[in-house]
């Protein structure tokens, strides 16, 4: 198949060391939320990619020591012995879908907080540990220098006795030692270890000749490093010293696996980075400088792109996080030219929430991610329909778009109504806003299949009454309606509409329909739901000429965006627009005066001059169909279901995987599906032994 459609350059295999990839598809490591306390879902994740054609799959990064202890995040372990069981899972399932495991050992230094060993944090200077807590990691002296090398050997062997092919040595993120040490921002050290570059590069030279000594010849050695902290003359930028890095070890490593800094530059939304392939620019020397194998990522999904940066001598292995968490079937789409059918990553970061919350993976393109093993799903494979022929969905948005493309390829008869002239629901709206457009690939991607299937009928323009319902004379039918935006302050501040009069007052739906606040004056954007459409609607009225004043209760700007790694850049770009931000209040009053704040502290009130109102407070379910449905004509349906916002409004991911769930639990026993919710990891009681 390979090579019968241009792209053939991709499958080509390339040797990393003493390991050949079958081909230049690489998931370069990243977090999952599962690691260490859910190994099986963890496990069965990675095997998905590999089957998907990842002809490298890797482990997150996984803590060496109990003085590199990152709890209560779910990154993965190999402190002794006893963590090798659970890894293994992994490297056998990826082995035996023909490819390559990959693990990143770490040392995350003053980055680990140590709370469940309370071990002393190790740092190469005194300094504060990374998150906010009062406690500090001291300057690792000769000894502890000794130790960490001698850890690291042994993790590197018992990687190897895991069955892992290829073993990372990882300085990135500004979250490992190894990086740590490189970076002038942390080494204040006057030792062998500390001020020329040489000197900050000794331990890294010193882990990469150590891992290569105990591997022997076994196992690849990686080495992960950010080329650039994309903070310009303040930081390692790659035309200096991130270069000169690169020079001082070219050929150690068996592979270099280049990036960015920090996290946040590494995994930059589509909201703040629309390109594809934004990290070329940093990591496009490394090739020139080194004769090993290099992977480099940057939200990579089209194949164009890719042949032709393997073309070029940019990169031998196109690396990917997002791009196979949206897509595990990436690499195998391409191979076979169904290039249409990649579900391209939005770049919307809830991935990566979840890791920052400690919990499973989830990704709004693909609601399969981090459900392959507990409820058995896959993201290409969907069970058979059973005895009912047909089923209906209303509504377009995430929620009914993926119910209906889930339930046209089980084999159902799928009539798809919506009340709008287009398809897509919230995704379209949101997608018109300011730095969202990418997302409207939700929608997208699942029209393109649906319009692929004869066993569709699409109406647009159909808003439908509880009577067309019926008269459709279709048993099953699954409602996802949706939800819009209070206009009366209703929300997580204030369960009762609020007292607001002879003020003109706006919705979030108003202002994606189209209608915006006068600009006769301030618009007062009152953001009390702190997730990200309050930042996106300020920043979107800022670049039409509103001037916005935006006041929440929370003590920063859209405060869910810390999960995205997005706040940063969120309120620095809303302060850069010249929107006024009043954190920390809630709106009380408004009328033709102006508005009446509280502190949340306090309850002391101030006045505010506006002469408009947007309320982005909650969201009100449309219900009104399934209610009458239910209510008056129930005998007529075999299954009426109520999903997406119009169940419980969420993001988009939820909604997404809400029409997912519906369509894969059509015709189960709702007392079964009910009882299995998902397979649990269950903490084994057995003696681990010793102290
Ligand atoms: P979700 O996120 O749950 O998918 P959305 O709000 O994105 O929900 O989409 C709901 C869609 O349902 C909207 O596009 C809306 O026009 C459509 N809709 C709501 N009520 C009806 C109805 N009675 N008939 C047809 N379409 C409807
Ligand atoms: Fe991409 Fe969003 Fe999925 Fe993450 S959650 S992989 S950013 S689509």
């Known amino acids: ?64 020591h109990p003085t590199s202890d990152l709890g209560p995040y779910a990154e993965h372990r190999l402190w002794d012995r006893h963590d090798i069981p659970a890894l293994q899972l992994m490297t056998e399932q990826v082995h035996a879908k023909g490819s390559l495991a990959a693990i990143q050992l770490a040392h995350n230094g003053h980055h680990a907080m140590n709370h469940l060993t309370r071990a002393p944090a190790l740092g190469v200077s005194d300094r504060p540990i990374d998150v906010v807590f009062p406690k500090q990691a001291r300057a690792m ?13 042994e993790a590197a062997l018992r990687a190897k006795e895991a069955g892992f092919d290829i073993v990372y040595v990882y300085a990135g993120h500004q979250m490992t030692l190894a990086h740590h040490f490189l970076l002038p921002q942390y080494n204040t050290r006057s030792d062998e270890y500390g001020g020329s570059l040489e000197n900050r590069v000794r331990l890294t030279r010193e882990l990469l000749e150590d891992t290569r000594e105990v591997l022997d010849g076994h196992c690849a050695v990686a080495f992960r490093f950010a080329v650039d902290q994309m903070m310009g003359a303040d930081g390692m930028q790659a035309s200096e010293e991130g270069r000169a890095v690169v020079e001082m070890l070219a050929d150690l490593p068996d592979l270099w696996d280049v990036n960015v800094a920090d996290w946040s530059n590494d995994s930059q939304t589509t909201r703040f980075q629309p390109q594809d392939g934004y990290q070329v620019p940093y990591t496009d020397f490394v090739k020139q400088v080194t004769n090993k194998p290099v992977v480099g990522v940057g939200r990579f999904t089209s194949p164009d792109l890719m042949t032709s940066l393997v073309a070029k001598g940019v990169l031998d292995l196109i690396g990917a996080a997002r791009p196979s968490i949206a897509d595990p079937f990436l690499p195998k789409k391409i191979e076979e030219g169904r290039i249409e059918e990649i579900r391209e990553c939005i770049g919307c970061n809830i991935c990566v929430s979840a890791d920052n919350l ?166 007062l954007l009152y953001d009390d739901d702190q997730g990200y459409i309050g930042g996106v609607l300020a920043s979107h009225l800022a670049a039409m000429g509103r001037k916005v004043v935006l006041v929440t209760p929370g003590a920063i700007a859209s405060a869910f965006t810390e999960l995205t790694l997005e706040q940063h850049r969120v309120q620095a770009e809303l302060l850069e627009a010249g929107v006024e931000i009043i954190p920390l209040h809630n709106l009380q009053t408004a009328d033709d005066t102006g508005a009446t704040l509280s502190c949340v502290y306090t309850n002391r009130t101030r006045h505010l001059d506006c002469a408009s109102l947007l309320m982005v407070t909650s969201r009100q379910r449309e219900t009104a169909l399934f209610d009458a449905l239910r209510a008056h004509h129930a005998e007529h349906f075999t299954t009426l279901e109520l999903i997406g916002d119009a169940a419980a409004p969420g993001l988009i991911a939820d909604a997404v995987f809400a029409g997912h769930l519906a369509a894969r639990n059509f015709e189960r026993d709702p007392e079964a599906a009910d009882a299995d919710w998902f397979r649990r990891e269950l903490i084994s009681l057995e003696d681990m032994g010793g102290a």
């Open 141 to 153: 002296d000769k000894q502890d220098i000794r130790d960490l090398r001698r850890w690291h050997r």
């Open 358 to 523: 400690g919990v499973s993976i989830r990704c709004t393109q693909n609601p399969t991610m981090g459900e392959e093993w507990r409820r058995k799903w896959h993201p290409e494979v969907i069970a058979p329909k059973q005895q009912e022929e047909a089923a209906m969905v209303v509504g377009s948005g995430p929620a009914g778009l993926e119910c209906a493309m889930q339930l046209a390829k089980r084999g159902y008869q799928v009539t798809l109504a919506e009340a709008a002239e287009e398809f897509g629901g919230r995704v379209l709206k949101e997608s018109g806003l300011k730095g969202l457009g990418a997302w409207k690939r939700v929608a997208d991607n699942r029209l393109w299949d649906l319009q692929q299937r004869a066993n569709v009928q699409m109406f647009t323009g159909s808003k439908l009454g509880a009577e067309e319902v019926v008269e459709l004379g279709i048993a099953n039918v699954f409602l996802a309606t949706g939800s819009s935006w209070h206009r009366d302050g209703r929300g997580r501040s204030s369960p009762r509409p609020l007292e607001i009069r002879d003020i003109p007052v706006f919705t979030p739906d108003d202002v994606m329909e189209g209608t915006l606040p006068p600009e006769t004056g301030p618009v």
């Open 1 to 64: 198949m390979s090579g019968a459609n241009g792209y053939s350059i991709l499958f080509e295999p390339v040797k990393i060391g003493p390991v050949t990839a079958r081909n230049r598809f690489f998931q370069v490591p990243h977090c999952t939320g599962l690691g260490h306390v859910r190994p099986q879902a963890e496990a069965a994740v990675r095997a998905m990619k590999a089957e998907g054609g990842w002809s490298v799959v890797s482990t997150q990064e996984t803590e060496i």
